[in-house]
């Protein structure tokens, strides 16, 4: 007896076969599209926090006094007292001291070709999952040249910041806030004057003139000869760590950060994965009940089938052919929707001025996951169906 053909009903039933295949290749194809322009949040993190940090690291010193103990700097620990009477910059000028006397401390040690300690000025960076913070660093004219040389700044629209509040920034951070050479950033103190070429995402200025802060952010030039901020201050007796707790948080370096944006990463996966799962639910519940129906329509066309002779087996072997012809046809045609979708989207990021990546390994995994689950439960009416199917002749008997 002639084997059944899978074509046979597909070819003759073009529309219900192509709503089958359009409905499994969009519930791909949406898995996979709200990853890829959420991903970019993690992407985000890790060029400002680790990516940098071959040739810089950072971190925010939160206690001069303990920091003045330990190393011995020379400040009046009783200006900080709070009955001392001292003006706030009279503090301002004792951390100015401190800090400069331990800039001096690090840079004689060596490690470090460049060492900065001074304000900084917070810029963040957007994505569609969220905002990232840069810390930039707020220099004297004569260190942001250095800084510029030393990280290989290449000017490709203005000049080097030459006043009190201008700044420098890389072409994708500047993309991304949407500033151009001559804008102001937040205030009319701080104002763009050039636009750089780098890797990852990089910015300075020039502190104000009256630049009264006692924040300090500490960074250290060197060419990835400082990898732990944690152990390189150790040897100075100095805690340092991620937890705002230490006497010097670290922002960024390749170690402790590499932590930190994994941390982020998983904690940012649950959301996603929670948000995956909800649509894979959803839209595989109106999947199944599609399939079903598509099922039921078959019913009578299958009993035929079994009155010409045909088995049980031959009917089910049947339905399992073009039920996996449909699903193959849809995989090739949500990885070319897939693929416009992504082409599509990582021009609207590079616009933004985001990093992002085309292929995440780990989203196709759980995909083949939900596939695979998927293509089980649709097995399910196909089998009760086969329970019900009987020749002609046995349902008029009934």
């Given at each position: 007896m002639q084997r059944l053909s899978a074509w046979f009903y597909l070819k003759n039933n073009?529309?219900?076969?192509?709503?089958?295949?359009?409905?499994?290749?969009?519930?791909?194809?949406?898995?996979?599209?709200?990853?890829?322009?959420?991903?970019?949040?993690?992407?985000?993190?890790?060029?400002?926090?680790?990516?940098?940090?071959e040739k810089m690291?950072?971190?925010?010193?939160?206690?001069?006094?303990?920091?003045?103990?330990?190393?011995?700097?020379?400040?009046?620990?009783?200006?900080?007292?709070?009955?001392?009477?001292?003006?706030?910059?009279?503090m301002v000028a004792e951390i100015n001291k401190g800090t400069g006397r331990f800039a001096k401390l690090l840079q004689e040690e060596g490690t470090a070709e460049h060492v900065f300690i001074c304000n900084s000025y917070g810029i963040y960076v957007s994505s569609f999952g969220g905002d990232g913070y840069y810390s930039a660093p707020m220099l004297k004219k004569d260190e942001i040249v250095t800084f510029a040389e030393y990280l290989d700044l290449k000017?490709?629209?203005?000049?080097?910041?030459?006043?009190?509040?201008?700044?420098?920034?890389?072409?994708?951070?500047?993309?991304?806030?949407?500033?151009?050479?001559?804008?102001?950033?937040?205030?009319?103190?701080?104002?763009?004057?050039?636009?750089?070429?780098?890797?990852?995402y990089v910015a300075a200025g020039i502190?104000?003139?009256?630049?009264?802060?006692?924040?300090?952010?500490?960074?250290?030039?060197?060419?990835?000869?400082?990898?732990d901020l944690k152990e390189y201050f150790a040897k100075f007796g100095i805690e340092a760590g991620i937890e705002s707790s230490s006497t010097i948080e670290i922002y960024s370096?390749?170690?402790?950060?590499?932590?930190?944006?994994?941390?982020?990463?998983?904690?940012?996966?649950?959301?996603?994965?929670?948000m995956t799962y909800a649509i894979a639910f959803v839209l595989g519940l109106?999947?199944?009940?599609?399939?079903?129906?598509?099922?039921q329509d078959r019913y009578g066309e299958w009993c035929l089938y079994r009155s010409l002779g045909y088995s049980q087996k031959d009917v089910y072997s049947l339905a399992f052919r073009e039920f996996g012809i449909c699903i193959g046809i849809s995989v090739g045609l949500a990885?070319?929707?897939?693929?416009?979708?992504c082409i599509i989207g990582a021009a609207i990021m590079r616009s933004k001025g985001m990093f992002y990546e085309y292929l995440l390994p780990h989203v196709l995994l759980q995909i083949l996951g939900i596939g695979t689950l998927l293509a089980g439960l649709m097995q399910i009416p196909v089998v009760i169906a086969m329970q019900k199917v009987k020749t002609i002749d046995a349902m008029e008997e009934e």
């Open positions: 073009k529309k219900r076969a192509a709503i089958l295949i359009l409905s499994f290749g969009l519930y791909f194809v949406l898995l996979y599209g709200v990853q890829f322009f959420m991903h970019p949040s993690v992407y985000m993190d890790e060029m400002i926090y680790v990516g940098g940090a690291q950072n971190g925010y010193i939160r206690s001069y006094l303990k920091l003045n103990e330990v190393m011995n700097l020379g400040m009046d620990a009783s200006l900080f007292e709070a009955e001392s009477g001292a003006t706030y910059e009279e000017i490709t629209e203005g000049r080097m910041p030459e006043q009190p509040g201008e700044f420098l920034m890389d072409e994708r951070m500047a993309k991304n806030r949407g500033f151009t050479v001559g804008d102001y950033l937040y205030d009319s103190k701080t104002k763009l004057v050039g636009i750089v070429e780098y890797d990852t502190d104000y003139a009256d630049g009264a802060n006692p924040d300090r952010q500490i960074y250290l030039l060197n060419n990835g000869t400082i990898p370096d390749q170690v402790n950060a590499i932590k930190e944006v994994e941390k982020f990463s998983k904690e940012l996966q649950t959301p996603l994965s929670v109106t999947l199944f009940f599609v399939y079903r129906l598509h099922v990885a070319i929707i897939t693929a416009m979708l």
